[in-house]
């Protein structure tokens, strides 16, 4: 089985659940795109891990392959390693030669162009991610494969500081002897990394040939996809199941399985539009009983209700097959419960997604609301895992299937709690849990 997962609003739907649990019966799993800004959470008896460069997959797959489309830093790579081992120590790994790397030097460019853009500004994660990218479109980037060799590492930092020298004016990346540092440092992390690197693409090609299970784990989210999420306010790569063949070099025609991940309220960090946002003591008593702090950053997320117009096109521009909801146990314990069907500007109905704060202005969301079906018990989750939908409080199967009628995809997985168990699967996966 070949599997895709995507997040199909704004990050942080909950795909590290889903692609943990799902990792338990794909042995490899692979990163397709983005890099340190990435992050997921995964809640197991043996603790909370927090994921951003290697898989969400990585406690549970035997091989982890981190391909083409990513941008990585090094030295965040070797700690990340280390704490999977830790918890899944004969886990391999495996990197692509051509993925770009993120240097310390693309960490501050990312804070001096946010500065730079003033009124403008994305709110990135400043962890380098939108610099890397810009290298590597514009051909002057580092490949993982060079920092087996300091020269080019040396010819290509100074490139860098002479094409962003406006950016890097006054800063001690100017002297001659910092660059020289950068260079051994990156060298030194090669040295280390060096045994996992490889051409992933023609790796990924063999494990398809001897008919292995593949998961690719989408980083980001569908509305943050730097061609068809809500540009500018968007991340540097293409975050849609389609990348997973640009970005490991597997081809989309041996997909058989997309999963769209859909959180039953929104988040997002960082600035741009979201028609469905709250504000005010709901939104705060949805914040903290979601914990909706970037995994990442740590910055407090917006919040807002689930919007159903851009889960339409999130799921036609994936092609998604089923659907993965989460954070029902939270959003079921707010005093109203509220789902946006669609909007309206100047009386007239607004189809499609909205793209800038232009088309935001004067927008009014419709809404459906739902009687709330409260905190659910452990005791009433078991019995949810045993007999199924059936034992759902009427108001929570009313929300599902409303969803699923509205979107006209199948909930294959309802996420229930944070616990790995805590999902009730159906469709191709139901039975396969392990
Ligand atoms: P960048 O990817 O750091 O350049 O940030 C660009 C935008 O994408 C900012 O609004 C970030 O907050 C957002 N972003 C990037 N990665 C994630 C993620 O994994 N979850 C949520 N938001 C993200």
Same mark, same amino acid.
């Given at each position: 089985?070949?599997?895709a997962?995507?997040?199909?609003?704004?990050?942080?739907?909950?795909?590290?659940?889903?692609?943990?649990?799902? !990792?338990?019966?794909?042995?490899?799993?692979?990163?397709?795109?983005?890099?340190?800004?990435? =992050?997921?959470?995964?809640?197991?008896?043996?603790?909370?891990?927090?994921?951003?460069?290697?898989?969400?997959g990585?406690?549970?797959?035997?091989?982890?392959?981190?391909?083409? =489309?990513?941008? *990585?830093?090094?030295?965040?790579?070797?700690?990340?390693?280390?704490?999977?081992?830790?918890?899944?120590?004969? *886990?391999?790994?495996?990197?692509?030669?051509?993925?770009?790397?993120?240097?310390?030097?693309?960490?501050?460019?990312?804070?001096?162009?946010?500065?730079?853009? =003033?009124?403008?500004?994305?709110g990135?994660?400043?962890?380098?991610?939108?610099?890397?990218?810009?290298?590597?479109?514009?051909?002057?980037?580092?490949? &993982?494969?060079?920092?087996?060799?300091?020269?080019?590492?040396?010819?290509?930092l100074?490139?860098?500081?002479?094409?962003?020298?406006?950016?890097?004016?006054?800063?001690?990346?100017?002297?001659?002897?910092?660059?020289?540092?950068?260079?051994?440092?990156?060298? /030194?992390?090669g040295?280390?990394?060096?045994?996992? &690197?490889?051409?992933?693409e023609?790796?990924l090609?063999?494990?398809?040939? +001897?008919?292995?299970d593949?998961?690719?784990?989408?980083?980001?989210?569908?509305?943050?996809?730097?061609?068809?999420?809500?540009?500018?306010?968007?991340? !540097?790569?293409?975050?849609?199941?389609?990348?997973?063949?640009?970005?490991? #070099?597997?081809?989309? +025609?041996?997909?058989h399985?997309?999963?769209?991940?859909?959180?039953?309220?929104? !988040?997002?960090?960082?600035?741009?539009?979201?028609?469905?946002?709250?504000?005010?003591?709901?939104?705060?008593?949805?914040?903290?009983? #979601?914990?909706?702090?970037?995994?990442?950053? #740590?910055?407090?997320?917006?919040? =807002?209700?689930?919007?159903?117009?851009?889960?339409?096109?999130? *799921?036609?521009?994936?092609?998604?097959?089923?659907?993965?909801?989460? !954070?029902?146990?939270?959003?079921?314990?707010?005093?109203?419960? +509220?789902? /946006?069907?669609?909007?309206?500007?100047d009386?007239?109905?607004?189809?499609?997604? *909205?793209?800038?704060?232009?088309?935001?202005?004067?927008?009014?969301?419709?809404?459906?609301?739902?009687?709330?079906?409260?905190?659910? @018990?452990?005791?009433?989750?078991?019995? &949810?895992?045993r007999?199924?939908?059936?034992?759902?409080?009427?108001?929570?199967?009313?929300?599902?299937?409303?969803?699923?009628?509205?979107?006209?995809?199948?909930?294959?997985?309802? @996420?229930?709690?944070?616990?790995?168990? &805590?999902?009730?699967?159906?469709?191709?996966?139901?039975?396969?849990v392990?």
């Amino acid at each position: 089985m070949i599997t895709a997962v995507v997040g199909l609003q704004f990050g942080d739907e909950g795909k590290g659940k889903v692609v943990d649990f799902l !990792s338990g019966f794909h042995g490899i799993v692979v990163k397709y795109n983005g890099g340190r800004n990435a =992050g997921h959470t995964v809640v197991t008896d043996a603790g909370t891990f927090k994921f951003h460069l290697i898989p969400s997959g990585s406690l549970r797959a035997r091989e982890i392959v981190l391909a083409n =489309g990513m941008t *990585i830093d090094p030295f965040y790579l070797v700690e990340e390693i280390r704490n999977a081992r830790a918890a899944n120590p004969d *886990i391999k790994v495996l990197v692509s030669r051509m993925a770009h790397v993120v240097t310390e030097l693309h960490m501050y460019l990312d804070t001096r162009e946010e500065e730079a853009r =003033g009124a403008l500004k994305i709110g990135t994660t400043a962890m380098g991610i939108g610099p890397a990218y810009e290298d590597k479109y514009g051909r002057t980037g580092i490949r &993982m494969g060079d920092l087996a060799s300091p020269e080019v590492l040396k010819a290509k930092l100074s490139l860098m500081t002479r094409m962003k020298a406006s950016l890097l004016k006054g800063s001690k990346y100017e002297k001659p002897e910092e660059l020289d540092r950068i260079v051994a440092e990156l060298a /030194g992390a090669g040295r280390e990394i060096s045994g996992y &690197m490889c051409d992933t693409e023609v790796y990924l090609d063999g494990c398809h040939g +001897r008919k292995a299970d593949i998961l690719f784990e989408g980083s980001h989210g569908t509305l943050l996809d730097v061609d068809f999420g809500m540009y500018p306010y968007v991340t !540097s790569s293409n975050t849609l199941a389609g990348a997973v063949s640009v970005g490991s #070099g597997f081809s989309f +025609r041996r997909v058989h399985n997309v999963i769209g991940v859909v959180k039953t309220y929104m !988040s997002r960090v960082g600035e741009g539009p979201f028609p469905t946002e709250i504000s005010g003591n709901e939104a705060d008593r949805l914040r903290e009983m #979601g914990h909706e702090y970037g995994t990442t950053t #740590g910055r407090p997320r917006r919040v =807002g209700w689930l919007d159903l117009q851009l889960l339409k096109y999130s *799921i036609m521009i994936n092609d998604v097959d089923s659907l993965a909801l989460t !954070s029902l146990d939270t959003l079921g314990k707010m005093s109203e419960v +509220r789902v /946006g069907t669609g909007y309206r500007k100047d009386g007239k109905e607004i189809t499609g997604i *909205i793209r800038s704060m232009k088309e935001l202005e004067g927008l009014e969301v419709q809404y459906r609301s739902f009687q709330p079906w409260g905190e659910l @018990s452990d005791g009433q989750v078991e019995d &949810m895992m045993r007999r199924g939908k059936e034992a759902m409080p009427d108001s929570l199967k009313e929300f599902i299937t409303f969803v699923e009628d509205s979107t006209g995809k199948p909930a294959e997985f309802i @996420s229930l709690g944070k616990k790995r168990e &805590m999902t009730l699967v159906s469709g191709v996966f139901a039975g396969r849990v392990k």
